[in-house]
């Protein structure tokens, strides 16, 4: 932590780390708090007064469905993302390690999704599947498939999960390409030369030995697909339709600065600040337990 | 490779190059709408095959009035905001994570783990999870509208101060030892030997810093109510909007491509210090 030789006390690292705990302090901390504090309030309809009412809108959010529903969706639609993204990741990364030729290029051709925000993802794909114009609604027609997300819930969850996996690709495909180029060559050589082939290889010991990988990036894909999508969800959807692409994220922003319900969109902050808590503290127990090889 | 099999390396090569044509398809389909013209792009099927309209409608978008009457501000002037967005956020965050990552690791003062924990409690509040009294605080602060509102209450992170921190422990005590018996001070020792070591960390921070800033969404929306103030990416969002009155999808997908130019530029030219800044942050 310290380091063993280090300089005495004085006033000069009080004022270094003093830019850093002023901006925590006045951006993260009271707001944080600020949101705790306002999830015991309800206001009343004009923004004048307010009550202190103790946990009656974490009360209206339990005995809310509609909140159910949206906490099932969001996980729901980050299972879907993290699967079909580490997925293509995973086949990706598999053949990449083989090939000696090209690795790189390949490399370069599918990590910069990672620069596109997940906004222009969501616009990208929305055009693409424009009921009217869309490249794929016209092939989808082809084959007798009508496609409109506008008007279609299930074609919207799909449309907005396609465009979540797809920008998350990249991160996925690097971390798995590292992991499985990490593996010491001789592990692989010693079952080649036992005679199993590259299907068994990759299933009996690249894939277990990558297993540490694929539980880190479980978790970061959860932390991506619970809070970075909503650029992609606000493009693409507008949680829309009868609120079929709303996830957690969306309905506080929705129920915050669309609905003014002050109060209940502070308590769902919290709740949603104590599954971050959850997901940081899981991803940091597992750093601490890293495999080596 | 282990041993030789020619199909399964044809078959990787093929799998792989499936990859990329799929991974790069909508970023092709929106080249190629940007060289259309207007009404090109309203006709049943959309061309898969770029047009001769490049030029015009970069003109169109950059300078001229382009969609301006649905989303205020010229593109040049969005570019210009991203850029500055971009920017604040890498430099202050990559400074003030610096000179604070320095103080804990090199200083025994009181408090001093006190501090580390509150910056680390950062690590677990993303800015959509106190969205709103964050920007009652901006607010109040009357810096909405202003580079200041957009960039600062982005700039507090604990990952930064992190890996620096990481960064300062692995550096031997003998630099320390012997910059003092030379008679250097603290802010001696931290220009001439502590910056020039974690030059590679400062740049490939950078770099993820540059991305994160650049693709920033719900903030700035949030906070800019002045168009002059908007960002590129936010524009988008608009211009979806105004699309389906009037679909200039020539011009909206252009505004796309110059969005996503510069941080997949950024991407793309240091990737080294890309990937490596990337596996060392989110560790």
């Given at each position: 932590?310290?380091?063993?030789v280090?300089?005495?006390?004085?006033?000069?690292?009080?004022?270094?780390?003093?830019?850093?705990?002023?901006?925590?302090?006045?951006?993260?901390?009271?707001?944080?708090?600020?949101?705790?504090?306002?999830?015991?309030?309800?206001?009343?309809?004009?923004?004048?007064?307010?009550?202190f009412?103790?946990?009656?809108?974490?009360?209206?959010?339990?005995?809310?469905?509609?909140?159910f529903?949206?906490f099932?969706?969001?996980?729901?639609?980050?299972?879907?993302?993290?699967?079909?993204?580490?997925?293509?990741?995973?086949?990706?990364?598999?053949f990449?390690?083989?090939?000696?030729?090209?690795?790189?290029?390949?490399?370069?051709?599918?990590i910069?999704?990672?620069?596109?925000?997940?906004v222009?993802?969501?616009?990208?794909?929305?055009?693409?599947?424009?009921?009217?114009?869309?490249?794929?609604?016209?092939?989808l027609?082809?084959?007798?498939?009508?496609?409109?997300?506008?008007?279609?819930?299930?074609?919207?969850?799909?449309?907005?999960?396609?465009?979540?996996?797809?920008?998350?690709i990249?991160?996925?495909?690097?971390?798995?390409?590292?992991?499985?180029?990490s593996?010491?060559?001789?592990?692989?050589?010693?079952?080649?030369?036992?005679?199993?082939?590259?299907?068994?290889?990759?299933?009996?010991?690249?894939?277990?030995?990558?297993?540490?990988?694929?539980f880190?990036?479980?978790?970061?894909?959860?932390?991506?697909?619970?809070?970075?999508?909503f650029?992609?969800?606000?493009a693409?959807?507008?949680?829309g339709?009868?609120?079929?692409?709303?996830?957690?994220?969306?309905k506080?922003f929705?129920?915050?600065?669309?609905?003014?319900?002050l109060?209940?969109?502070a308590?769902?902050?919290?709740?949603l600040?104590?599954?971050?808590?959850?997901?940081?503290?899981?991803?940091?127990?597992?750093?601490?337990?890293?495999?080596?090889? | 490779?282990v041993?030789?099999?020619?199909?399964?390396?044809?078959?990787?090569?093929?799998?792989?190059?499936?990859?990329?044509?799929?991974?790069?398809?909508?970023?092709?389909?929106?080249?190629?709408?940007?060289?259309?013209?207007?009404?090109?792009?309203?006709?049943?099927?959309?061309?898969?095959?770029?047009?001769?309209?490049?030029?015009?409608?970069?003109?169109?978008?950059?300078?001229?009035?382009?969609?301006?009457?649905?989303?205020?501000?010229?593109?040049?002037?969005?570019?210009?905001?991203?850029?500055?967005?971009?920017?604040?956020?890498?430099?202050?965050?990559?400074?003030i994570s610096?000179?604070?990552?320095?103080?804990?690791?090199?200083?025994?003062?009181?408090?001093?783990?006190?501090?580390?924990?509150?910056?680390?409690?950062?690590?677990?509040?993303?800015?959509?999870?106190?969205?709103?009294?964050?920007?009652?605080?901006?607010?109040?602060?009357g810096?909405?509208?202003?580079?200041?509102?957009?960039?600062?209450?982005?700039?507090?992170?604990?990952?930064?101060?992190?890996?620096?921190?990481?960064?300062?422990?692995?550096?031997?005590?003998?630099?320390?030892?012997?910059?003092?018996i030379?008679?250097?001070?603290?802010?001696?020792?931290?220009?001439?030997i502590?910056?020039?070591?974690?030059?590679?960390?400062?740049?490939?921070?950078?770099?993820?810093?540059?991305?994160?800033?650049?693709?920033?969404?719900?903030?700035?929306?949030?906070?800019?109510?002045?168009?002059?103030?908007?960002?590129?990416?936010?524009?988008?969002?608009?211009?979806?909007?105004?699309?389906?009155?009037?679909?200039?999808?020539n011009i909206?997908?252009?505004?796309?491509?110059?969005?996503?130019?510069?941080?997949?530029?950024?991407?793309?030219?240091?990737?080294?210090?890309?990937?490596?800044?990337?596996t060392e942050?989110?560790?």
């Amino acid at each position: 932590m310290l380091k063993r030789v280090h300089f005495p006390a004085s006033a000069l690292p009080y004022l270094l780390v003093a830019p850093q705990i002023l901006i925590t302090v006045i951006f993260f901390i009271w707001p944080a708090s600020q949101a705790v504090y306002q999830s015991f309030l309800i206001e009343d309809a004009f923004g004048l007064s307010s009550e202190f009412v103790w946990f009656e809108n974490y009360q209206v959010l339990w005995d809310d469905d509609q909140y159910f529903d949206t906490f099932w969706r969001t996980i729901v639609f980050s299972a879907c993302v993290a699967v079909l993204s580490m997925g293509a990741a995973l086949i990706l990364a598999a053949f990449a390690d083989r090939v000696v030729r090209g690795a790189t290029a390949y490399r370069t051709l599918l990590i910069w999704p990672y620069a596109v925000a997940p906004v222009l993802a969501g616009a990208l794909w929305v055009f693409m599947f424009n009921p009217t114009l869309g490249i794929f609604p016209y092939m989808l027609d082809m084959v007798g498939i009508d496609w409109n997300h506008y008007l279609n819930g299930t074609q919207a969850m799909m449309l907005v999960i396609i465009a979540a996996a797809w920008k998350q690709i990249a991160y996925n495909f690097l971390f798995y390409l590292a992991a499985m180029q990490s593996i010491p060559r001789s592990v692989i050589e010693a079952a080649a030369i036992d005679g199993a082939g590259p299907m068994r290889r990759f299933k009996d010991f690249i894939f277990p030995l990558i297993s540490p990988t694929t539980f880190f990036l479980l978790v970061i894909n959860a932390v991506y697909a619970f809070f970075d999508t909503f650029g992609i969800i606000h493009a693409v959807t507008q949680g829309g339709p009868a609120n079929s692409t709303t996830i957690l994220v969306y309905k506080v922003f929705n129920d915050g600065f669309i609905g003014l319900d002050l109060g209940g969109s502070a308590a769902q902050s919290v709740i949603l600040m104590f599954l971050v808590i959850t997901m940081t503290v899981v991803q940091f127990r597992y750093v601490e337990r890293k495999v080596e090889y | 490779m282990v041993e030789n099999r020619p199909i399964l390396g044809v078959i990787s090569h093929l799998v792989l190059i499936l990859g990329v044509v799929i991974v790069a398809l909508p970023i092709w389909i929106t080249f190629v709408a940007s060289t259309h013209d207007a009404v090109r792009m309203t006709q049943v099927p959309i061309p898969l095959l770029p047009g001769s309209h490049f030029i015009e409608n970069f003109k169109e978008t950059l300078f001229g009035t382009g969609l301006s009457s649905s989303a205020g501000a010229p593109v040049w002037r969005m570019l210009l905001n991203s850029m500055t967005m971009a920017l604040m956020i890498a430099f202050g965050k990559i400074s003030i994570s610096l000179i604070s990552a320095f103080a804990i690791v090199y200083f025994k003062f009181p408090f001093r783990m006190g501090f580390f924990w509150m910056i680390f409690i950062t690590l677990m509040l993303p800015v959509e999870v106190r969205i709103l009294p964050t920007f009652e605080v901006v607010a109040n602060l009357g810096m909405l509208n202003s580079y200041w509102g957009l960039s600062i209450p982005l700039i507090a992170s604990a990952t930064a101060t992190f890996m620096f921190r990481q960064v300062f422990l692995t550096i031997p005590d003998e630099m320390l030892e012997s910059a003092r018996i030379d008679g250097a001070g603290p802010m001696r020792f931290f220009w001439d030997i502590l910056i020039p070591l974690s030059r590679t960390n400062i740049a490939a921070l950078f770099v993820i810093l540059f991305i994160y800033g650049w693709n920033q969404y719900l903030w700035p929306l949030l906070i800019t109510t002045d168009s002059d103030m908007t960002t590129i990416v936010v524009s988008i969002k608009q211009m979806l909007e105004a699309a389906e009155q009037s679909p200039k999808w020539n011009i909206i997908m252009m505004t796309a491509l110059l969005a996503m130019i510069p941080p997949v530029f950024v991407v793309v030219a240091m990737q080294r210090l890309f990937v490596q800044g990337l596996t060392e942050t989110d560790k």
